[in-house]
């Protein structure tokens, strides 16, 4: 039997957080798996079923008698518009409620462009994308930035690679676009959503790495995302690589991670090196042809991400590392550096059986980080069941 721990008697999101499974259950069952009156779940059904939220899914097999109706998740019911937004480019896409992309597009740009040119792009291709998918009412709207964000209010606090960001009210920008709630997150921390919930929902503690223009990542603890007290946990980039030297980073400091195993970083060794290589897709293509001189460079750097992550491993105590990211394109080199970086670095207890694998949301990551964000805040007791409970008061009063 399913745990019913966590049933509220008056919560009719308790009762769809038992469909959002897939699996369609007759009232008979969910009133056993619930242990909710009949009268009860009659109740709550029908009010999940007018908003849409539920439907049929067909009946059970026939023994005599009338058939029973079965009841499913309608994942159709409402869309969702998210995007992860990165310094060089964004993944922008169209999900429904079940976290399925509908439509997806990735639109170059400059972050540096500044939060209004940013927006309006990314409102121009939510609306292309719009026209391509069933009509439905929009649930909310995330958005992924490459910088920190205090989650609450939506705004970035001092991002380093981000002229004119520092506490731009980006909700308040889209939700005039789309009448919408709308929540943004960093980048990584979404890219860890999206894994989590896509690829490994199981895992209780694992760090996702993204490794592109900047280097970030995004901490899943005890099943639910670590975004630290200021919204900056998991900055990577910026702490000091054991080999960083004097190499300038962005941020004013030198050394960093960022500064020697970032995209650009990787692309200035190469070109150093007399190949063609001016931005990280060049770099990853350097890798992908069979280049030699690519291919120790990515290495390295894997290397360099693996010494600051071996202390995170040693003190996080993961069982999951998961590398993603555009550098990460250039296939096993990178992962093949972190791995050896850890392995060695790292307390034995700590990665007795830790498991460092690559992507496999790949570019989605952060789309569906940011889809899942939504739904979780939309389909939350607090959010639905107020919602229900306004359609109510509204039904009742109209009868009066």
């Known amino acids: 039997m399913e745990s019913t721990h966590g049933i509220d008697s008056g919560s009719p999101s308790a009762v769809l957080r038992l469909l959002m499974d897939g699996r369609p259950r007759t009232r008979a069952e969910i009133v056993t798996t619930t242990g909710l009156a009949r009268s009860t779940v009659r109740a709550k059904l029908d009010l999940l079923l007018a908003a849409g939220l539920m439907t049929g899914g067909g009946t059970e097999e026939f023994t005599g008698g009338r058939p029973a109706s079965r009841f499913v998740f309608n994942p159709g019911a409402q869309l969702v518009l998210a995007a992860e937004v990165g310094a060089t480019h964004a993944t922008v896409a169209v999900a429904d409620l079940g976290c399925r992309l509908l439509a997806v597009e990735q639109v170059g740009l400059d972050i540096a462009d500044g939060p209004e040119a940013i927006l309006e792009l990314l409102v121009t291709t939510w609306r292309e994308l719009l026209r391509g998918v069933d009509t439905a009412e929009i649930a909310g709207v995330g958005i992924g930035l ?45 890219m860890a959503l999206g894994e989590h919930a896509a690829s490994h929902p199981d895992v209780r503690h694992m760090i996702v790495i993204k490794a592109a223009t900047g280097i970030g990542a995004g901490l899943i603890s005890n099943g639910v995302l670590h ?66 001189e690519a291919s120790r460079v990515v290495r390295q750097a894997g290397r360099d991400i693996g010494e600051v992550l071996a202390g995170c491993v040693s003190m996080f105590n993961p069982s999951l590392v998961v590398i993603g990211g555009l550098v990460a394109e250039a296939g096993e080199m990178l992962l093949a550096g972190v791995r050896e970086s850890i392995y060695r670095r790292s307390l034995p207890l700590a990665t007795e059986n830790l498991r460092i694998v690559a992507s496999t949301a790949g570019s989605t990551a952060g789309v569906l980080g940011a889809a899942a964000m939504v739904v979780q805040h939309v389909l939350s007791p607090e959010v639905l069941d107020a919602r229900l409970g306004a359609v109510v008061s509204a039904t009742s009063v109209g009868e009066v």
């Open 227 to 292: 975004r630290g007290a200021a919204g900056a946990a998991g900055d990577l980039g910026h702490i000091r690589a054991p080999d960083g030297g004097d190499a300038l980073c962005r941020c004013g400091n030198t050394g960093c991670l960022e500064a020697v195993a970032g995209g650009p970083a990787l692309a200035a060794k190469l070109r150093g090196l007399g190949l063609p290589a001016h931005s990280t897709a060049d770099v990853v293509h350097l890798v992908r042809s069979g280049n030699l």
């Open 146 to 190: 490459p910088g920190p964000v205090e989650h609450s209010t939506g705004r970035l606090s001092n991002p380093p690679i981000m002229p004119g960001w520092d506490g731009f009210d980006v909700p308040a920008v889209i939700a005039a676009e789309f009448g919408a709630p709308v929540l943004v997150d960093n980048e990584a921390n979404l």
